[in-house]
């Protein structure tokens, strides 16, 4: 597994389908972030070889939420084994069994190319859930509350670490010490625009609440010189 960073870093998020996109953000930002995030965008559109491409210049987090029956999901993780991404991510909400089969399926991981198992994130909830969204899904008491839910569950059940916004980072922390790799997206350095995100804070806010690995996608894929935007942000950090 990827070592735990000193003090916290970037993961810059790759969010585009195109492969030749996200090779030339990658050159640029690969010299400041520790891992380059691919999701379901870039993944449905290029496949497992283009990941592959991507890994060449940093550790890959294989950013694919997945979230099905336990048998489907163990797959899945196996499936994604061979291209040796150092995080992947599942819903918390698929429940306990699903977390175990995960990260017993992860675990087959070490048997291969000697370059360790990912790293088992549990997205809790999404960065763009507000308290109303919740509400509307049926769940009552906020962000907050099902976050701390969430976080328990799935570390229970096995996962290495937590997808979770910069504003429950602190209680997390509080509830469950220093163990549990703690990875945050919704992350905006000062004036940069929200977007979709609902639950934000800049990276220092977000370091110093206890995070180990800021996700960052637009605050720098959309800036004019993504290497400057992302040096900007290694140094607010102190890195
Ligand atoms: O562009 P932005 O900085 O908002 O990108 C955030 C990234 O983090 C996106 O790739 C998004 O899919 C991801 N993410 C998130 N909230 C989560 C989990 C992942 O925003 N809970």
Not at 77 to 93: E, G, N, Q
Not at 102 to 125: C, D, F, H, Q, S
Not at 190 to 208: K, L, V
Request: aromatic share 2%.
């Amino acid at each position: 597994m990827i070592p735990r960073p000193a003090r916290a870093g970037i993961i810059a998020a790759l969010d585009t389908p195109s492969p030749a996109a996200a090779e030339r953000l990658a050159e640029r930002v690969a010299p400041h972030a520790g891992l380059l995030k691919l999701g379901l965008e870039f993944f449905v559109a290029n496949g497992p070889a283009a990941v592959a491409r991507i890994a060449r210049h940093r550790p890959v987090f294989l950013d694919l939420k997945f979230h099905d029956i336990p048998n489907t999901v163990a797959g899945a993780v196996r499936s994604v084994l061979p291209l040796a991404p150092a995080m992947l991510t599942i819903h918390a909400a698929g429940g306990p069994a699903m977390i175990e089969a995960a990260r017993r399926a992860a675990e087959g991981a070490g048997e291969g190319a000697g370059t360790g198992r990912p790293a088992i994130l549990a997205v809790t909830v999404l960065t763009s859930t507000d308290a109303a969204t919740l509400a509307g899904c049926g769940v009552s008491g906020g962000p907050a509350q099902q976050v701390l839910r969430l976080a328990r569950l799935a570390l229970e059940a096995g996962a290495d670490g937590l997808v979770l916004s910069p504003r429950e980072v602190a209680m997390v922390r509080a509830a469950h010490g220093p163990a549990p790799l703690l990875v945050v997206p919704g992350v905006r350095p000062a004036g940069s625009d929200p977007g979709d995100q609902a639950r934000t804070a800049t990276p220092e806010e977000a370091a110093a609440a206890g995070a180990d690995w800021l996700v960052i996608g637009r605050p720098i894929t959309a800036a004019p010189d993504p290497g400057a935007a992302a040096a900007a942000i290694a140094a607010s950090l102190g890195r």
